[in-house]
């Protein structure tokens, strides 16, 4: 089973680990052996997916949008994002340069499009930007990808 992942970044300490617990009882529900995680490895719920689709004996599959998208994540997340992209069984480019909306939804595309099923950390809302979470979702449920929304009840961003 071929599972991606998006979802919003910056949330909260509180938030992050409730998202964590949700995506680790996700993932309880794959045989490990079958399990891939495709993921862009950005921080939040990118990275933390890719994190326990490992710690659950899965394989990663990394998508990178665009040669600058490294440059374009926090500082604090570069030696994660690093660790990840080594640990991934394959890793897939664009072949965009620049790291900006376009890019990043490109990279989703290319995600939905490896992807049997799409987990959405989403809180139901409108994407803020061109390429947001909510035009992830909007893009795998008209390509007919089963997306499974995981949000904590109460949790905002």
């Known amino acids: 089973m ?30 490990p052996a079958e399990l891939v995680g495709v993921s862009c ?6 990275a933390w997916f890719a994190e326990a ?10 998508v990178v949008p665009a040669a600058a998208y490294r440059e374009g994540l926090p500082q604090w997340h570069h030696a994660t994002y690093d660790r990840l992209l080594s640990d991934a069984a394959e890793v897939h480019r664009t072949g965009r340069t620049a790291s900006d909306p376009e890019a990043h939804m490109t990279g989703s595309e290319m995600l939905v499009g490896r992807s049997d099923e799409l987990l959405a ?20 449920e008209r390509t007919g990808v089963p997306v499974r929304v995981l949000w904590p009840e109460g949790a905002t961003r």
């Not at 950390?121 to 893009?139: F, I, L, N, Q, S």
């Open 2 to 31: 071929r599972v991606g992942i998006t979802g919003h970044r910056g949330l909260g300490t509180e938030v992050e680990r409730r998202v964590r617990d949700v995506l680790d009882q996700a993932l309880d529900g794959y045989d």
């Open 41 to 46: 490895i950005a921080d939040g719920p990118d």
């Open 53 to 62: 689709v490992l710690k659950h004996g899965g394989r990663l599959e990394v």
């Open 121 to 140: 950390v989403w809180d139901g809302m409108p994407a803020r930007g061109y390429g947001g979470t909510a035009d992830v979702v909007a893009y795998a």
